[in-house]
């Protein structure tokens, strides 16, 4: 029971992470891989504010969403110079970047030894100790997510996204800045995996920059592609195949001494498999 629980609240904080990722890649065509870094910078304000301060987890958590905020709003500006792949390679490049202080800035970060002992969260006086109830917490936060970006995606700024995502030139002439629509949704996104930060530095109790390199980028980026683009219960139904399909896997009576690598093979001809036969992702509405 302990391990369905587990893996549930993984498929809970990648399901946010996968809602926040497709606000940009997927209704506003922007190819993003920086959102680990993102994901990164709110478990690390609210690993440090729970073990320094002794800071409740909510209110660590609301600011490791506006300190996120406010370094995606720089890196977003420096990002929108770029168009198309180059945009992509620029974010690329952000991701190292961030990644690497987590690594360096050993006095803030403890760099490679981690930081751990962050204790779960409490409100009102309850502790959400148990994985159960954390579990509950985990799913609350994925389903106002989940119904915050399909408010977004419906309202007329969602429209917008989608017109930008199409044609960004034809946009313009209808007189909207585009700019500051890139630059406001890529900030509610990286807010958005701030909150997954938080809750996965919580639920483990200890974080190390590994958890935060450009394969956890493109892990995210492949859950977004696989469940579909530009629909959002595709986002929590590839967080959902990705983390389940390895676990899987688990269970196939491969040969002990090859299992790992039969496992890594198998998942990567599966995830070959769907791309060639089902491009667009198993309920999406767009294409990269």
């Given at each position: ?61 609301l600011l490791g969403i506006v300190i996120t905020a406010i370094i ?116 509610i996104s990286a807010g958005m995996a701030a909150v997954a930060g ?60 090859i299992a790992a690598q039969m496992r890594q093979v198998t998942y ?21």
């Amino acid at each position: 029971m302990e391990y369905l629980i587990h893996i549930a609240i993984l498929i809970s904080i990648y399901g946010i992470l996968g809602l926040s990722l497709n606000l940009v890649v997927g209704f506003t065509g922007l190819l993003s891989v920086t959102q680990a870094a993102f994901y990164g910078i709110g478990a690390y304000v609210t690993a440090i504010l729970l073990t320094s301060t002794g800071m409740n987890f909510f209110l660590a958590m609301l600011l490791g969403i506006v300190i996120t905020a406010i370094i995606s709003l720089a890196i977003g500006f420096v990002l929108s110079k770029f168009k198309d792949d180059y945009y992509a390679l620029g974010s690329f490049g952000f991701n190292v970047i961030i990644y690497s202080i987590f690594l360096n800035w050993q006095s803030l970060t403890r760099g490679p030894l981690g930081i751990p002992g962050i204790p779960r969260p409490s409100l009102f006086g309850f502790t959400f100790s148990e994985n159960i109830w954390f579990l509950v917490l985990s799913v609350v936060i994925l389903g106002t997510i989940y119904f915050l970006c399909r408010f977004i995606t419906t309202s007329s700024f969602g429209r917008v996204l989608k017109a930008i995502r199409e044609d960004e030139e034809a946009i313009s002439v209808f007189g909207y800045r585009t700019l500051w629509y890139k630059l406001a949704i890529f900030v509610i996104s990286a807010g958005m995996a701030a909150v997954a930060g938080s809750l996965f530095a919580s639920y483990i109790t200890f974080i190390d920059p590994s958890s935060f390199t450009l394969t956890e980028s493109i892990f995210i980026l492949a859950v977004i592609i696989l469940g579909g683009l530009a629909n959002n219960k595709g986002a929590v139904l590839g967080a959902v195949c990705l983390i389940l399909l390895p676990e899987i896997l688990r269970f196939v009576g491969f040969p002990s001494d090859i299992a790992a690598q039969m496992r890594q093979v198998t998942y990567g001809v599966i995830l070959i498999l769907l791309m060639l036969y089902r491009p667009q992702g198993l309920v999406g509405e767009y294409r990269l």
